[in-house]
């Protein structure tokens, strides 16, 4: 287990590097820069020459290996440099959103998952086919839904209309339950999807029967039996949603304006800020290789066949 | 950190439930406002203010983006006071000022008693050491230069409550230049920081009648009213603290949020509503508050070293084939009066050439046959093999920018000419826009209250929008910014007017608003001459 670990960390340190340095080549391969596009903004006024001064001091004219392995060295050092649009640390932007984006990514996730449990167990417990079948279809209209349009629906409807929850102010609680709603929806799609289907498969192995001449009721067997072995490939789809959540959640915290590392992408994008997206490319690495060290270590505790087998 | 941001919460939350209360009738104000009716200021409450964009940097100089000006217009205090109606300019720190005949020489007389909000005196050297940046700029601390100042040779302390300012050559804009939004002073200690750290609100120490209490980057900016405040512009009727307690700035992204937040109750106050959506909050019983930014006007400005461009004939046709009225009958609003020169008609030294400026296809069609450019098969006109397509980019800030072009696009197409509209990518719109090659035509607009916004727009070493290779353009807009006799700087400033139209550098469009909705009972707002809101006298009534 030790061994495994350690090469699944080596691996992952890999991956880490090879989005950093795919990221710094991309964003170096774009036209303009930040400097450029920040300074170059008509509301300065800043005449061609103050704008080439400007980038001096900022080192922009650095050859780009140089200044590659600087900031290879910078994030090997924990420090991520300065956003060139607003001029702060990027730990301290990572650390004012990333708890913000925690939070709704966490909940959006437990309510999909509610939201999938929900469909694929009343679908698998559903006798009549054309319920069953309306259930099945549930996921499809979930998965084609446009975030941003979900989020302008509800917030017309519940905020503006009904006056239920406000999208301006609200306790903490308040404030999450439409964007967690909105980022839920789509989400809840695959994960439902998926464990319809494979509890579907499992339905039909020969033990069920079985258990169900036993004298099981049919809740017993769908509980026990089938979801126990169904769950699997649903854990790895739920852990591959995560980069929905992530792409989720740049459009829902622009449509609910929340702050967050969504919201954050959103602006390093649009002033092209270098330093900031790097850091958020890592992070959403860093995030992704941990998740699906989880879920690997996860596996064997929930099938002993596959502890047996390592 | 987390105890604060509960407690912010919890106000935020009581406010809010305050502001969905004030539709049936008005809570949260207590005794004080069921006292009064209508008519009485009353004090306290909180202003829910929702912004489009968040702040960027806020040194000072880049104070003309809105969100930004939004915030830095309520902390800090200018030198003078420019009265949005007269234009003139007012004392307010500033009680006197001397001007020498030839402008080279200012000499201002400080209010006394003035402190910076962290008790520091706003004296004589902090005056000194604010436009000393503004006019030098600081290479050290990476500071640049600001537009408003010209030639600025150096400051000069002649005691705490006098200073005076030495140009090198007149710079008669210098008195409006210390009334701009970014000539707010700030503390000696925020002035001396490096670039990066004056970018950040936190450390913006200013004199304003609010400052910061709460600040989470890219989503809210909360200020609290100076309780000590007592130096408003003597021209304000009123004196004394703001108003408001406080004053809750949430950046709203969506469009159709801030307006249904707006019409539902949840906020007091938001900038930037769409033409289209100005219905919307009126019916509503709403109020829209359309207000002028008095510069030059929204329009296509096309740049003389474009090989296709470079021909008058060329430029004069587009002129007289873009319909503008059109473009405002179709996308804007009343909110938006159509142009009648290259400046706004509240502008300093406006001149109407709107006989100039008339829409006429015929003439369009007639000039460009002149030029050589024949109709292809398809319509579009071509020469010695080359179409006649130009470049242009959608404008960020500029409203509705790319169904503006499209329509002017569609308008041109019926000359032949074909516009080529490319999408507001940031980093390819950088370094392109200063290619005449690849970009044409540039679509903006620049708002300031005095006859140097013409220069700023066309000057080559100012913003440049049309890369200019006119000697005579530049050397016609140094002698207004010189000019010291207003008449005859006024009268600079139409001649360049009329120079821009006939040399067909300019289409004007329309004069471009901040538009902003407010709910019915919010009373008391006040712009600052470009459109910036102004909250110091702000407060809420019973409804």
């Given at each position: 287990m030790t061994r495994y670990l350690l090469g699944r960390v080596g691996q992952a340190a890999l991956v880490l590097w090879i989005a950093f340095t795919a990221s710094y080549v991309l964003l170096r391969l774009l036209p303009g820069d930040s400097i450029l596009i920040k300074f170059q903004n008509?509301?300065?006024?800043?005449?061609p020459q103050q704008i080439a001064e400007i980038r001096t001091y900022y080192g922009a004219g650095d050859p780009p290996l140089l200044d590659y392995l600087n900031t290879l060295l910078g994030f090997l050092r924990g420090s991520f440099g300065?956003?060139?649009?607003?001029?702060?640390?990027v730990v301290e932007r990572l650390g004012e959103a990333l708890p913000e984006t925690a939070k709704l990514a966490s909940a959006a996730f437990v309510l999909a998952v509610l939201i999938a449990v929900l469909i694929a167990f009343a679908a698998g417990y559903s006798r009549t086919s054309w319920i069953r079948n309306a259930l099945l279809s549930v996921p499809s209209v979930f998965v084609s839904v446009p975030a941003f349009w979900l989020g302008i629906l509800l917030i017309q409807v519940?905020?503006?209309?009904?006056?239920?929850?406000?999208?301006?102010?609200?306790?903490p609680v308040q404030q999450l339950v439409l964007p967690v709603l909105t980022l839920a929806v789509p989400i809840s799609a695959p994960i439902a999807q998926v464990l319809a289907r494979s509890m579907d498969q499992v339905s039909t192995q020969a033990f069920v029967p079985v258990v169900a001449a036993k004298g099981a009721s049919r809740w017993w067997i769908l509980w026990r039996h089938v979801a126990r072995n169904a769950v699997l490939p649903t854990l790895t789809v739920a852990g591959l949603t995560l980069g929905e959540l992530i792409a989720g959640s740049v459009v829902t915290e622009t449509v609910f304006g929340r702050g967050g590392i969504g919201r954050l992408t959103e602006q390093a994008v649009n002033a092209q800020d270098t330093p900031v997206m790097l850091a958020i490319v890592v992070l959403a690495a860093a995030v992704f290789v941990l998740v699906n060290l989880v879920v690997d270590v996860l596996f064997p505790v929930l099938d002993p066949r596959l502890k047996a087998a390592s | 950190m987390s105890s604060s941001r509960l407690r912010t919460t919890a106000v935020a939350s009581t406010a809010m439930f305050a502001v969905v209360g004030l539709l049936g009738a008005c809570g949260g104000g207590g005794a004080a406002q069921s006292?009064?009716?209508?008519g009485q200021p009353v004090y306290g409450g909180t202003l829910t203010y929702l912004e489009h964009q968040p702040p960027t940097c806020l040194y000072l100089p880049a104070a003309g983006f809105y969100p930004n000006g939004g915030i830095l217009n309520q902390i800090t205090d200018k030198l003078t006071w420019q009265n949005?109606?007269?234009l003139e300019i007012e004392p307010w720190i500033a009680t006197k000022w001397e001007v020498n005949k030839d402008a080279t020489e200012y000499t201002f007389h400080l209010r006394d008693g003035v402190t910076f909000s962290d008790g520091s005196p706003l004296d004589a050297s902090a005056v000194a050491a604010n436009f000393d940046v503004y006019g030098l700029g600081d290479d050290k601390l990476k500071l640049p230069v600001a537009?408003?100042?010209?030639n600025y040779e150096r400051s000069e302390v002649?005691?705490?409550l006098t200073v005076r300012f030495h140009f090198d050559?007149?710079?008669?804009?210098f008195l409006q230049g210390t009334s701009v939004i970014g000539a707010g002073l700030v503390s000696k200690k925020t002035i001396s920081l490096p670039y990066e750290q004056q970018c950040?609100?936190?450390n913006i120490v200013g004199s304003g009648p609010f400052t910061l209490k709460n600040q989470v980057v890219d989503k809210e900016v909360d200020l609290v009213a100076r309780?000590?405040?007592?130096?408003?512009?003597?021209?304000?009727?009123h004196q004394g603290r703001?108003?408001?307690?406080e004053i809750k700035i949430i950046v709203t992204p969506e469009d159709n949020v801030r307006v249904g937040a707006l019409t539902s109750g949840q906020a007091d106050f938001v900038r930037y509503v769409q033409a289209y959506d100005e219905k919307t909050v009126k019916d509503a019983g709403f109020q829209i508050y359309a207000e002028p930014?008095?510069?030059?006007?929204n329009g296509l400005y096309l740049r003389p070293r474009n090989s296709i461009l470079k021909d008058l004939k060329v430029r004069k046709a587009l002129q007289a084939g873009t319909n503008a009225k059109e473009v405002v009958d179709t996308?804007?609003?009343?909110?938006y009066p159509p142009a009648?020169?290259?400046?706004?008609?509240?502008?300093?030294g406006y001149e109407d050439l709107s006989k100039d400026l008339a829409y006429d296809p015929a003439k369009a069609n007639r000039l460009l046959d002149e030029a050589g450019w024949a109709r292809g098969a398809d319509g579009t006109r071509a020469k010695d093999g080359v179409p006649l397509q130009l470049g242009v980019f959608v404008s960020g800030?500029?409203?509705?920018s790319k169904q503006t072009l499209e329509l002017v696009g569609q308008q041109w197409a019926k000359l032949g000419v074909k516009l080529e509209i490319r999408p507001a990518d940031a980093g390819t719109q950088a370094v392109d826009i200063k290619n005449a090659e690849k970009t044409a035509i540039q679509h903006g607009m620049v708002g300031r209250a005095d006859q140097d916004v013409i220069k700023s727009h066309f000057h080559s070493k100012n913003r440049d929008v049309i890369l200019s290779d006119d000697t005579k353009l530049d050397k016609l807009l140094e002698e207004e910014s010189a000019e010291p006799d207003v008449a005859k700087r006024n009268a600079k400033v139409a001649e360049i007017q009329r120079y821009v139209l006939d040399q067909g550098y300019a289409i004007p469009l329309f004069e471009e608003p901040q538009v902003y909705g407010g709910a019915p009972?919010?009373?008391?707002v006040a712009f600052e001459a470009v459109a910036r809101p102004w909250f110091y006298s702000v407060w809420k009534s019973q409804q």
């Open positions: 008509p509301e300065l006024g800043l005449s300065y956003s060139i649009d607003t001029g702060t640390p519940f905020s503006f209309r009904l006056k239920l929850v406000p999208v301006i102010g609200g306790g | 006292a009064t009716s209508g949005p109606k007269t537009e408003f100042v010209n002649v005691d705490p050559q007149p710079s008669p804009g950040q609100l936190k309780k000590d405040y007592n130096w408003a512009p003597p021209s304000s009727k703001a108003y408001l307690d930014t008095r510069g030059v006007n996308l804007f609003t009343g909110s009648t020169s290259v400046l706004s008609h509240l502008a300093q800030p500029q409203p509705l009972y919010v009373q008391g």
